[in-house]
């Protein structure tokens, strides 16, 4: 397992508890360097370097019922997609910042 040739992206959602459970969007496969073309979509994602999904979405999967009432923090890109969004709020976490917790408190 390892990192995303292109992107690192973490996504740490901070619990009402304190505790910080981290997504990260690793690779089963993890290539030298992209196979993704300029414009293409992320299909090679799943089926290239087999990627687990994206950072946001793992860290609700890890955080579980614990989500709900956190605030996530979003690292290594400045947004995050749509169907990441439903995945946060969905799991009740109540707001999304960009940068590390610790530049945004």
């Not at 040739?5 to 290539?31: F, M, R, Y």
């Not at 999967?61 to 923090?73: E, F, L, P, Q």
């Not at 290594?76 to 995945?87: F, K, V």
């Amino acid at each position: 397992m390892g990192p995303c040739a292109k992107t690192k992206v973490k996504c740490t959602i901070v619990t009402s508890d304190g505790d910080h459970v981290v997504g990260e969007n690793w690779c089963l496969n993890p290539q030298e360097t992209c196979p993704r073309n300029e414009g293409e979509d992320y299909t090679k994602c799943k089926t290239v370097c087999r990627q687990l999904g994206h950072a946001e979405d793992l860290a609700v999967r890890i955080a579980g019922d614990n989500a709900k009432g956190g605030r996530a923090y979003l690292e290594g890109h400045n947004y995050a997609c749509q169907n990441c969004q439903i995945a946060l709020f969905g799991a009740g976490v109540k707001s999304l910042s960009i940068g590390p917790p610790e530049a945004n408190k």
